[in-house]
């Protein structure tokens, strides 16, 4: 038996799961996930009724040499390792004050928004490696983390750049009317990049598109503008539209670039299934789809990573590169609309 | 300011910092470490008395744009992100019991071994991954990592070589005593590596040397052992003998061996400071020597990895590569006994 189907079997030992709750208790892509989970119906191993799952008769005899131990998670700070404290619960107060009316999130860009929580987290653990300070770049923005991390009154700087004219609106009024030190400007990655970002910023925070010619992209831009040496990237990519053999693909790309990885905090962010988010057009993604019910379980996920520069960072693409459908949508993407 | 500096300086912000615990509030090596310190003692922004560290007023006005925001690393599971929760708490009093004889940490093999908490929680996460079932291999087992995961009765079969014949005694006396599906063997990594082992396995675990010689060699040892793609491996590697420059060596040995990365968890183990510890030799080590002080807090902490075969695994080594000192010692081993 498959690792895979020992994660879903160890998570049934207990009865009855969602299988939006199933997606999250298992490593592998959404479309390696459906592949499984039709097999194991296909061979009587688990029954599904509207969405929820359990086991056979046949199912617990094949499991019966598995455990499930019970919760080791850490409810205290979602296993993230990481709560938010004092200082922090009035920054994300006045973060969720200034988001609250934020523009929804919309289909075309693929986008999504991790918790408030999830961010002020990001926050804090930047701040923890020393790395809040100085000038900060933000390709696509749709978590509003540009506004979180201002809140704090490190940075010297953060400059963001988006392909949605209304987050860069929303961003540049919030700034003004708070006083934040945001710049935000329209920018496709696809167009070449403006020479004068090149070279200026500290860190860059991203959370890309999870194709292989959007990661080169949102990767070769977001490298463009460190300064050398020591510049660290921060990102989120998940497990659900990046299969493993994908993420081998993504760690040679930073090998290439001249970056180290120094941390990769798995579930680190959360996608809230908030009437904003893209939960709201849910019956447009294939897993939605294939799976025939609507989420119940908040699943989307992400790995958060830090890299640092070890080399001159040396960006993959320079200049235009224009692959417009590509950037969002390959075959592991589906919880991206078609 | 370099990030290392502002690591340091945020964390004094507060007042007086063990010189210890201002190694564990930053992100370089120990040599690293102790050239920043120099510096900022020289550059008269810090000052020590007696291990204490303290800013003076020249400091506490180039400090004056960083903030310290209060701890946010979660107290619930020691910012690990797993708690130890009722099954496992049974397992980790059973753990003590066995080990509480255990062989002392001895400085000629660089011995040193984490936290029973830090073992379970270890335990934990590779169940929570479905791999704690099959067969593992274990390269060294100062942690006596094998007797926690055999009290689970799970793994059909334990594996441990070590160099150490104390260690191999006790682990076989104890599976032996205690009815554990575990076997030890004496071996040195520098010898050719059995035939009998090779692609047997469906994981391993270690906690290798962090000299890039000495990583080859446990790597490829390891990495002989295992089925193929899908098999696992899980080990510790720290920040404080292996630089940012060390660890971009090491992920390149990792995607040459055709492994991704899947996980990377910052202080997942301690090495707390116990007396059958290496503390007990800590006069030896060249971090303590050049303090000039004694340890008054556990620094000694290790980022969990888990890597996984994507391709059919390939060891960097094989057969003998005899290195001797080499294993053990290159100019970042500032723990390591001289």
């Known amino acids: ?43 009587n191993i688990i029954e599904v009724d509207r969405g ?14 598995l455990r499930n131990f019970g919760n080791y998670c850490c409810i205290n700070c ?6 938010i404290n004092k200082h922090f619960s009035e920054i ?55 506004i979180a991390a201002a809140l704090t009154d490190l940075p010297e700087k953060i400059f963001v750049v988006d392909i949605d004219e209304r987050l860069v609106n929303f961003i ?28 200026k910023f500290d860190i860059f925070v991203t959370d890309p598109v999870e194709t292989i010619p959007g990661l080169k992209l949102f990767f070769s831009r977001a490298v463009s503008t460190l300064k050398g040496v020591g510049s660290a990237g921060y990102f989120g990519i998940t497990t659900l539209e990046a299969s493993r053999r994908k993420w081998y693909e993504i760690e040679k790309m ?17 996608y809230p299934d908030d009437e904003r988010n893209f939960f709201t057009f849910q019956e447009k993604l294939p897993i939605v789809k294939n799976l025939g019910v609507k989420s119940d379980y908040p699943w989307y ?8 520069a070890v080399k001159d960072p040396k960006p993959l693409v320079e200049g235009e590169m224009k692959i417009d459908e590509e950037v969002y949508k390959d075959e592991e993407s589906w919880a991206t609309p078609y």
Do not use: C, W
């Open 1 to 43: 038996m498959d690792r895979i189907k020992r994660q879903i079997l160890q998570a049934l030992l207990v009865g009855e799961v969602s299988v939006y709750e199933l997606i999250d208790r298992q490593d592998a892509s959404l479309n390696e996930f459906f592949e499984v989970f039709k097999e194991l119906l296909r061979e």
């Open 92 to 146: 994300l107060r006045r973060y969720r004050e200034i988001v609250k009316n934020r523009p929804e999130a919309v289909d075309v860009y693929d986008q999504g928004f991790i918790s408030p929580e999830g961010i002020i987290r990001r926050v804090e653990f930047i701040h923890e490696r020393g790395d809040l300070y100085g000038k900060i770049f933000v390709v696509g923005d749709d978590d509003l983390f540009s």
């Open 301 to 308: 996920k992400s790995t958060f990573f830090r890299i640092e």
């Open 254 to 270: 930073i090998y290439d670039m001249g970056f180290v990885i120094t941390d990769m905090i798995r579930k680190f962010s959360v």
């Open 52 to 65: 929820k799952v359990k086991l056979t008769k046949s199912g617990r005899e094949i499991a019966k040499n």
């Open 172 to 199: 540049n009024n919030a700034a003004k009317e708070y006083g934040l030190r945001i710049e935000a400007m329209v920018y496709d990655v696809q167009q070449a990049f403006p020479e004068e970002l090149r070279r």
């Open 78 to 83: 979602e296993g993230t390792g990481y709560v």
